[in-house]
């Protein structure tokens, strides 16, 4: 990576001052520059010392940035690639932190100059916290990453990219934005509408009563909404057809518990529970429950 | 609680286990006397010592009791009163810790003898844990333990099973069954019928990428099924309506994602945060979520 000099983050929430705590202080030799558009958000990342240096101004802060970081909702993406493009270096290469990726490069590919070079990456890490305040400089560690590209994908700035993430602790893997965004539909942005939607069906008073069962269950629908409306309406169709699979497996164990077939809704839990045993299996193998 | 001598817990599962445990060695004044069906369970009970004694044989474990704590799965609740009934002492008092109410209690009053006193418990402690390994003395301590009780429910019966979930550290609360029944179909039934759908539906490669937002909405999955079924079994009719709630706002949240309606979608995704936020602050207030 001796061609990142400086790296500028642009959102300082909970991902991307999170990024810029792992660059600052030099130990891998990159200057951690950052911006966000809120003076209390600048002035707190001043204070707290999340990034080297803290620009008032987004065209400045990329101006000598030799890789720029979008940390902010996704929708906020394709008006930065037209504030920002024309003032980017040859060579810069453009990459970001957003939960869904087709969008993202369609974005990209329209809207930043010649000579810069967009890589998505998705770093899953993060929780229901938001802000600077919530900034980890280990949040990446052990942290499964995934960088899409295309065909027109500069193969130079996709390594730079995956290199990047994994000085910083991630597990590094690529896809093209499509499977990626299939995928993810259903790994984390369909569990995030089944917990909107138990909430939504419960009733205030009647919560008083659950236990813990229900508050995990739920964690993530306390994310921020704003964030979560970007990646529901930039993957629109993927998680459509996740919450018609969701519905057809409720459904499923509805009626065997209305035909009252305790047989098959044993089976249909154990189905579940085997799913889920494995999966902590892979997990704990591969020391991503840590 | 002068007239708690012994008390005799049927299972030595989690909660059975845990329930011992805490009473065993006396310092509550009773004697903690255990049976479980599985010769295996009994040795490793006797060999970890969770209760001042173990019974090979049920009517041997209940011939003394005073109080007696069902902590089977639910349906094996009918045929075990019928076991039981004949010998148990004159004023013994029955009690249970299954997560549903209704069913139970009509079994109790078709099969306990005159003279013996059933009051329903449900104390809302566990985890997706099984067995007898992960009982735990202070299991209960600021769990939520509702107790149940109908128009010819023993008034003295009721308070002595107050009493004994208070000095074991549960907040108590009454209802009736009905109305137990119908609050924790929505609050602890129907989450769980949510994460078993969600994993169900979810295809086994492509959760390698999930991240912990999926593991933490499917812990309760892992549950034991057996338990569950049980559980859905014998409170069908409001499970049935809570997934019918649940799809009904799947499928309002779907709506707006087709539609491409970002406010609308934000709308819903705030609601659910906003419930959550009101529902962490009154349990930290209550302590609930220690």
């Keep these: 990576m001796k061609n990142l000099r400086q790296v500028t983050v642009i959102g300082l929430g909970l991902l991307g001052s999170s990024v810029t705590l792992a660059v600052a202080g030099g130990s ?15 002035r707190k990342a001043r204070k707290l010392g999340v990034a080297d240096v803290v620009y008032d101004d987004i065209r400045q802060s990329v101006a000598e940035a030799d890789m720029v970081i979008l940390a902010t909702p996704i929708c906020t993406f394709e008006e930065t690639f ?12 453009v990459t970001d932190v957003g939960s869904t990726k087709v969008l993202i490069h369609k974005w990209a590919k329209k809207n930043l100059p010649k000579g810069v070079h967009f890589v998505g990456s998705h770093p899953i890490a993060g929780s229901e916290q938001r802000g600077v305040d919530f ?16 065909k027109n994908t500069n193969p130079k700035a ?7 993430w994994s000085s910083l602790g991630c597990k590094v893997s690529t896809m093209t934005p499509q499977v990626h965004d299939k995928i993810l539909a259903n790994v984390s942005h369909l569990p995030h509408a089944m917990a909107a939607a138990l909430l939504n ?19 993530i ?7 979560w409306a970007d990646i529901f309406y930039t993957n629109s169709e993927n998680i459509c057809k996740g919450i018609d699979a969701a519905i057809n497996r409720l459904n499923k164990l509805k009626k ?4 009252k077939d305790k047989k098959q809704i ?14 902590i299996q892979y997990k704990v193998s591969k020391k991503e429950l840590m």
């Excluded at 900034?135 to 295309?150: K, M, W």
């Excluded at 069906?201 to 964690?219: E, M, N, P, V, Y």
């Excluded at 065997?256 to 035909?259: S, T």
């Design 221 to 227: 629908a306390s994310s921020p909404a704003n964030i």
């Design 266 to 279: 044993e089976k249909l839990l154990e189905l579940a529970r085997d799913k889920r045993a494995k999966l």
């Design 135 to 150: 900034g980890r400089d280990d949040l990446f560690h052990n942290a499964i990453c995934i960088v899409t590209g295309e």
């Design 256 to 259: 065997a518990i209305e035909m």
């Design 28 to 42: 891998l030799g990159i200057k951690a520059a950052a911006y966000s558009h809120r003076a209390s958000t600048r």
């Design 201 to 219: 069906a419960s009733d205030t008073q009647q919560l008083k009563w659950c236990g813990k069962g229900f508050i995990d269950t739920t964690r």
């Design 158 to 164: 996709a390594a730079t990219v995956k290199k990047f």
């Design 82 to 93: 037209k504030t920002i493009g024309p003032g980017l270096k040859k060579g810069c290469i």
